[in-house]
């Protein structure tokens, strides 16, 4: 979903191709994400041009003029090459015609097959023809041909004969010029390890079911109840690398610790009482925000944590509690009792997948997943083919929503530009509120579905003596062609200029916007009121609530639509150049993916020459050789006619919006220039953190990990003339004064000990660590050393590693934690994994008036959904400058910014939404609390005139300043006190 809205809002055309009938995957099943327990799914819905695009909840479908859905759809075969393919996508019938259902689920309830609700992971109920996905709208049924009987019960019933007994298959040729895949993952199956007993023993679920269980929409609507006897269980086991970290899948699935610290949060927060264990290997809280979240869970909140792996779970067939046998911390075997066992199941590829690979014609990996070229995230082994998300490997939402925005970049390249997107207003608009209000109401029948519950007469008569109400007219399906045809040639008879429709959910935004271009009414003066499912279906039986309660929503309605008076929508231009902040890899790369799209852009380095800190990275432990890829990146960007190279030099001012932005730049020689820019990318970088520990810089023999790499590659240490190597980790990191993961720690002790015993294999490796981060395929390279001899020993932070320097000889001691005693090491070389901190990023911060977060780094606008972008529109942030990153991660996360901002500069001109602030000047005091609180910067003094103004493309319509506003000088279009008022009069 974020790849086409990225791709549709740039104003391509986009197919988006879903092999179930209805859209949103693994992620439309949760409810909550870490690290702040909310749901901001919406936050993937653009912002600038948010008319474009749907704004209700994603869970209930995507909705773009630019989207085209194709559901129950696969690709089954692809010819061309990038730019010009021609895809063939076989689509299989639901045996419900969509055009023809009206989604009143009489099918449903004459059905006498029940099925297990794969949406509810099977602990719920379904009909063989039924809904996927009881959120989505409008309601999307199909039929589970492996479970139907065909014994017509539902074809009799439909009151449209929208359903069909007959599967079908049809096909459909497109021609393309670039393929995004982004098939998400399945859950590995938990029967495969019968040693935890799944499906055998009730109380044993995975961290999918748990997720179900919890959500109010969940098959026990929320309650926390174990399946044997429906009690709510006193103590509760997750079970981590459930189908991950062995040696049939030797990755990490990246998600899962944090996936049941989680579920552990939200269980320990709704019942306090209960006991929660997550037994574990290593905690894997490498994602920004994580660690912290651990912590509170741990600390605050009272959720336990063992480190080991459980060998197998046993079941008390008396009372159905689980047995667990664990070692405890000196070693003995102990016994633990709970009444709920969940598995964290991994992330695995669909069955299917390599073939649909194949058909593609892109290569797989070891373990089935997409493999992707060195240095990228998103490039397939074909040209104009990418990936994004779990496809590739296992991933996390926050590196998903980032693939997609750089897989959306990437395809752009091979697609002609878009149309030109609307840059001025239409002569005939007019402001809305000039003209009488003349309003048509429609009222559904919907197949009897409201009509039979529903006094639609005594409704009809009721709003027809309403004023400003012109014809009223009932009709027996509203959503069918014909009717809307019908609509049409009656707001022409009738000269009307409002719409007003009683209906159901089945009357969204697509068919309102047609509705709207067939019968020439802005789409604005169209509203509907759900009379079935508002109405009808809560109050079934209870007629004369459900008339009363028609009555006072249609008045309601009508008076919204009557009081409505947004001005014609403004044009703000854009300034199609960028600036780039930051001369490193994050900020070259994004100056190349903006400047592929022949868009000017300025990169300002403040050091003398390009590269940043990759110039101190030799390899990465996935992709190899950094230098080559340093090299050849330098010299496309000084090469590049689109770039504007500012070495030397600084960022000083920046005033103004998004596609408006003034900035000063401090130049080379002291001279100050100014830029008018659209947008903005911060890739600042970050520093290696300089520690005082472990005596370094107090001898010659303890060094850090870049050190060591730098050493190793201008060949000026000889690995055959060490002995034993030991490695500290989480220096500087994972500690009270930086409570954050630096991410690439462990990979850089894994690379650095592979090519030590590369050279020499003879040297003794000792790695000193905490919890081992090698989420993803780096797990294989962990292996790996601990197959070549490298040691992995465990330290807790309350009793660090202790490093003695006694002339020449190095003494390392530390209290190994499973065997209990003292540890003393005398190694050649002691090596230390230093973390990565933030630059000086403060004064950039209030230069650009945007956030830092609690450890210094660039505050981005939502942790998952929006990593790249700051509540400022506009302005975009990468790399370091964001969190702790790698290479690969790095580049992907700079073409994920460059993606947005592109799309903000080729529109050439940003619409301003209807729903918006403003400013009335009579009552306002001028006091500015408005623009204090304003989270869009869309509320600023004008210097001229000395009014509080509203930046109206940047205004999101959220009412903070409404709020904030002393005097009632600010105002929501739509939603000023005249019209609120007026509504509750209407209702009564």
Not at 5 to 16: F, K, N, P, Q, T
Not at 560 to 581: E, F, G, H, M, R
Not at 670 to 694: C, F, K, M, R, W
Not at 720 to 726: D, K, Q, R
Request: with cysteine; hydrophobic share 35%.
């Amino acid at each position: 979903m974020k790849a086409s809205l990225d791709m549709a809002e740039a104003g391509h055309s986009v197919y988006l191709c879903e092999r179930k009938p209805s859209a949103g995957g693994t992620l439309v099943q949760m409810d909550k994400w870490f690290p702040d327990n909310h749901c901001n799914m919406c936050q993937i819905l653009p912002t600038l041009n948010r008319d474009m695009s749907s704004q209700n909840c994603l869970r209930r479908g995507l909705v773009h003029p630019n989207v085209e859905l194709l559901l129950n759809a696969e690709v089954t075969e692809l010819q061309g090459e990038a730019g010009d393919f021609r895809v063939t996508v076989s689509t299989r019938s639901t045996g419900v015609d969509a055009q023809l259902c009206i989604g009143c689920g009489l099918c449903t309830e004459v059905c006498p097959v029940e099925v297990e609700s794969q949406f509810d992971e099977g602990l719920g109920q379904k009909k063989a023809i039924d809904t996927s996905n009881p959120y989505v709208t409008p309601r999307q049924y199909a039929i589970d041909w492996e479970k139907c009987t065909r014994c017509g019960e539902c074809v009799s019933k439909c009151p449209t004969q929208a359903i069909n007994l007959e599967q079908k298959e049809s096909a459909r040729q497109l021609q393309v010029g670039a393929i995004i895949v982004s098939t998400g993952f399945e859950e590995f199956d938990p029967r495969l390890a019968t040693q935890y007993g799944y499906r055998r023993y009730p109380n044993v679920i995975t961290s999918i079911e748990m997720e179900r269980i919890l959500s109010p929409g969940g098959p026990s609507e929320g309650e926390l109840v174990r399946s044997s006897d429906g009690r709510a269980p006193a103590s509760i086991a997750f079970l981590q690398c459930i189908g991950s970290r062995d040696s049939r899948r030797d990755y990490c699935s990246s998600a899962c610790c944090m996936f049941a610290v989680k579920e552990a949060t939200l269980i320990k927060k709704a019942w306090p009482q209960t006991d929660v264990h997550i037994f574990f290997m290593d905690l894997r809280a490498f994602g920004k925000g994580y660690h912290r979240y651990y912590e509170r869970a741990r600390d605050e909140l009272g959720v336990n944590f063992t480190r080991c792996r459980v060998p197998v779970v046993k079941e008390d067939p008396q009372t159905h509690n689980l047995m667990l046998t664990v070692a405890s911390e000196d070693g003995a075997p102990a016994r633990h009792q709970f009444e709920m066992v969940v598995l964290s199941v991994g992330q695995t590829p669909a069955p299917q997948f390599r073939d649909f690979c194949h058909v593609l014609g892109v290569e797989t990996g070891r373990w089935g997943f997409c493999q992707t070229q060195p240095f990228s995230t998103v490039e397939t082994s074909r040209e104009g083919i990418y990936v994004c998300g779990s496809a590739a490997g296992p991933k996390d939402i926050a590196d998903t929503i980032v693939e997609a925005g750089a897989a959306a970049g990437g395809a752009s390249k091979w697609l002609s530009s878009p149309a030109a997107r609307k840059t001025e207003k239409k002569e005939t608009e007019e402001q809305v509120g000039e003209e009488e209000s003349r309003t048509a109401v429609f009222l559904c029948g919907c197949g009897g579905e409201i009509g039979s519950a529903l006094d639609l007469e005594q409704v009809a008569d009721n709003i027809g003596k309403l004023a400003g109400v012109v014809y009223v007219e009932q009709v027996p399906y509203l959503c069918y062609a014909e009717t809307l045809e019908t609509i049409k040639k009656r707001v022409k008879e009738h000269k009307v200029n409002r719409l007003l429709l009683g209906a159901c959910a089945d009357i969204n935004k697509p068919v309102l916007d047609k509705l709207a271009a067939q019968a020439g009414i802005d789409p604005d003066l169209i509203k509907v009121v759900n009379l079935r499912e508002d109405i009808v279906w809560v109050h079934r039986d209870q007629p004369d609530k459900a008339l009363a309660k028609a009555k006072s929503l249609l008045a309601m309605a009508l008076e919204n639509i009557k009081q409505q008076d947004y001005p014609p929508v403004s044009l703000t231009p854009v300034t199609s150049s960028a600036l780039v902040i930051g001369g490193g890899i994050a900020g070259m790369m994004a100056a190349l993916s903006i400047a592929q799209h022949e868009i000017e852009v300025h990169l300002v380095e403040k050091s003398p020459e390009l590269g940043g800190n990759l110039k101190e990275v030799f390899s990465t432990l996935e992709s190899g050789d950094t230098q080559p890829l340093l090299r050849d990146i330098e010299e496309q960007v000084s090469n590049n006619a689109h770039i504007r190279l500012h070495l030397e030099s600084e960022v000083t001012a920046v005033s103004g919006y998004a596609g408006n932005f003034s900035v000063g730049i401090k130049e080379k020689d002291e001279s100050l220039n100014t830029l008018e820019v659209g947008a903005i990318i911060v890739a600042t970088g970050g520093d290696e953190y300089h520690t005082t520990e472990y005596q370094y810089e107090q001898s010659s023999k303890v060094i850090t990990q870049h050190e060591l790499e730098k050493t190793l590659s201008a060949g000026e240490l000889d690995p055959g003339g060490l002995s034993s190597v030991v490695m500290i980790q989480c220096v500087g990191s994972r500690e009270k004064d930086r409570p954050y993961c630096s991410r690439v720690c462990c990979s850089q002790a894994v690379k650095n000990a592979l090519k030590l015993k590369e050279a020499n294999p003879e040297v003794e490796v000792n790695v000193l660590y905490r919890d081992m981060m090698s989420y993803g395929f780096k797990e294989e390279y962990y292996t790996r050393a601990r197959e070549k001899g490298v040691r992995f020993i465990r330290y807790e932070p309350d009793r660090k590693p202790e490093v003695k320097a006694d002339k020449e000889q190095l003494t390392v001691e530390l209290v190994e934690p499973v065997v209990g005693g003292t540890l003393v090491l005398e190694p050649d070389l002691v090596v230390l994994s230093t973390g990565v901190t933030p630059g000086e990023n403060r004064a950039l911060a209030d230069i650009l008036t945007v956030p830092l977060d609690k450890d210094g780094f660039f505050q981005e606008a939502e942790e998952k959904f929006r990593p790249v972008d700051f509540l400022k529109e506009g302005i975009y942030v990468c790399g370091l400058a964001h969190s702790p990153r790698g290479v690969e991660e790095t580049i992907t996360q700079a073409q994920a910014a460059a993606r947005g901002a592109v799309s903000l500069l080729t529109s050439k001109q940003l619409e301003a939404g209807r729903i918006i602030s403003e400013t009335v000047q009579r009552q306002c005091r001028k006091c500015e609390m408005c623009i204090a609180v304003c989270p869009y910067d869309a509320r600023a003094r004008d210097e001229e005139t000395n009014e509080i103004v509203v930046r109206e493309a940047l205004c999101q319509g959220c009412g903070a300043c409404v709020v904030a506003c002393p005097s009632g000088a600010a105002k929501i279009r739509g939603f000023r006190d005249r019209q609120v008022f007026s509504l509750i009069d209407a209702a009564f």
